[in-house]
């Protein structure tokens, strides 16, 4: 049955309507809602058609948490690496004074306001950049335990804290760098000690004894994870699929 000629402009005009809606909608819930959840940029960063073809990673630091250069250079080298996207790296040295403890009742808020006050790039709206914040404060983070001391905090899809006054040494740095990333990369903590993604990544007597320190790339299951995120967009959907399935 065919419509008639006078209804088909405003059926037209409502279908544009709500392509309109949608192209302004699912962008504004991505942007302001699933950026609270680290990892949820995961498909973003990696996946091989994903819209957004360049990571700048920004460095903000205060005076005395100054990045080391060298730590910065190899997180530029791992994003590149395994997300074979352009990766543009940033530093400012910024940020002025931020509260001296933090945990899980103030972070979120401390960080979106750094990200609010002192962000440069931004996330394109539909294609382009994707940005990587990081914060390297002189602060303290969530009590850890008797042999454990935090020294990064991730916090949401696109941010973490580098906790600077609790890193003694550019090698930790860098384990610290790509760890966090790799949360944000969508990976989660591992038992394996040659990888980054170690759960404790500074004890009391760490990485002594002849382990070569802290370890600053990822184990083969990981790189088998990021490689799977890159070339299958529905990787995540079936993971999910597969933890709840009987």
Known sequence: MALKSGIIGPVLAALLVLLAAALVGFPFYVHSEVVKATGAYAPLYLYEYSPYDTITVEAHYQAD???????????????????????????????????????????????????????????GWLNGNLPIYIFYVNAS?????????????????????????HIDGEGLEKAVLVHETGHLLGLDHCDDQSCAMVEVLLQKKAWGQGRGGPPTDFCALHKKELYDRRHDLFYNARRAVSIVAP
Not at 95 to 104: H, R, T
Not at 142 to 161: E, K, L, M, Q
């Open 141 to 165: 983070g969530p009590s850890a335990g008797d042999n454990d001391t935090i020294v990064g905090i991730s916090y949401r899809a696109d941010s973490f804290f580098i906790l600077k006054n």
């Open 65 to 123: 948490a100054m990045p080391s250069d060298a730590a910065l250079d190899l997180l530029g080298q791992r994003l590149a690496t395994y997300t074979g996207k352009r990766v543009e790296v940033q530093k400012y040295g910024d940020l002025g004074s931020v509260p001296k403890q933090m945990g899980d009742d103030n972070v979120s808020a401390i960080g979106s306001n750094l990200i609010e006050t002192y962000g440069h790039s931004g996330m």
